[in-house]
């Protein structure tokens, strides 16, 4: 059964840095693009970040950009995604998913596989 299973986060201060990870289990993610969501409360789920399968084109959302980078590592099977500079408006649960496509994007209609969501605080 294909499973991605999101770690990494937690309580940050403002200006604090996290880095979430992401692990596919019953496939391989050498073929998926990938990319993460959040959702803020009361707000609707977000593209932040994007890959695509051969890691080499990457997409932002616009206030994250700078910030924010997604990377991946087949060998292990996993996606990342470091966030620096993190600010109250990042606090949400971020998503990883997977898309059999060689293009990324930031629609989450097309991706196929989620994660559980691992939850992200920024306060002080």
């Known amino acids: 059964q294909a499973q991605l299973v999101d770690s990494g986060g937690g309580l940050v201060q403002p200006g604090g840095s996290l880095r979430l990870s992401c692990a596919a289990s019953g496939f391989t993610l050498d073929y998926y693009s990938l990319a993460w969501f959040r959702q803020a409360p009361g707000k609707e789920r977000e593209g932040v970040a994007c890959?695509?399968?051969?890691?080499?084109?990457?997409d932002y959302l616009a206030s994250v950009k700078g910030r924010f980078t997604i990377s991946r590592d087949n060998t292990k099977n996993e996606v990342y995604l470091l966030m620096n500079a993190l600010q109250p408006e990042g606090t949400g649960i971020y998503y990883c998913a997977a898309d059999l496509s060689p293009i990324a994007t930031l629609m989450d209609y097309e991706y196929d596989v989620w994660g559980q969501g691992t939850q992200v605080t920024v306060s002080s």
């Open positions: 890959i695509n399968n051969g890691g080499d084109h990457t």
